[in-house]
Nanobody
Framework: EVQLVESGGGLVQAGGSLRLSCAAS????????IGWFRQVPGKEREGVSC?????????YYEYSVKGRFTISRDSAKNTVYLQMNSLKPEDTAVYYC?????????????WGQGTQVTVSS
C-alpha cells in the first residue's frame, strides 16, 4: 500500500522555524519526485517546493519561499524534509507532500493527508 505521511506541523511565531517530514512507503521512493504543496481554505493549492528523483536531484522553490525553505531527501529513511525558516504569517496553511514522476504541475499520483502550519504574528 502506498502511503505518504506528513508530520512536523504546528504553531510557531513569525520568524521561527519548523521542519516538515514526509515519510513514504509502498513504492520506489528514490525513483519519484517529491513535492510540497500548501492550501489555505478558499484558495487553490499551490506548489511550494519540489525535489526530483534521486538520480536527478534538482530542487525547485516557489518564489515567496526561496532562501527560507530547503527541501531534502533521506533515502535511508524514505523521507523528504522541508526545513522552513524565517516563517511568516502568510505561510500559514495545510501542507501536503506528493509523489510524482517529475516536478511538474500535473502527474502527482500519491498524496499525504496534510499537516497544519500556523504562523502567528
Amino acid at each position: 500500500e502506498v502511503q505518504l505521511v506528513e508530520s512536523g506541523g504546528g504553531l510557531v511565531q513569525a520568524g521561527g522555524s519548523l521542519r516538515l517530514s514526509c515519510a513514504a512507503s509502498g513504492f520506489s521512493f528514490d525513483d519519484y519526485a517529491i513535492g510540497w504543496f500548501r492550501q489555505v481554505p478558499g484558495k487553490e493549492r499551490e506548489g511550494v517546493s519540489c525535489l526530483e528523483s534521486s538520480d536527478d536531484g534538482r530542487t525547485y522553490y516557489e518564489y515567496s519561499v526561496k532562501g527560507r525553505f530547503t527541501i531534502s531527501r533521506d533515502s535511508a529513511k524514505n523521507t523528504v524534509y522541508l526545513q522552513m525558516n524565517s516563517l511568516k504569517p502568510e505561510d500559514t496553511a495545510v501542507y501536503y507532500c506528493a509523489a510524482g514522476t517529475h516536478c511538474s504541475p500535473d502527474g502527482w499520483g500519491y498524496w499525504g493527508q496534510g499537516t497544519q502550519v500556523t504562523v502567528s504574528s
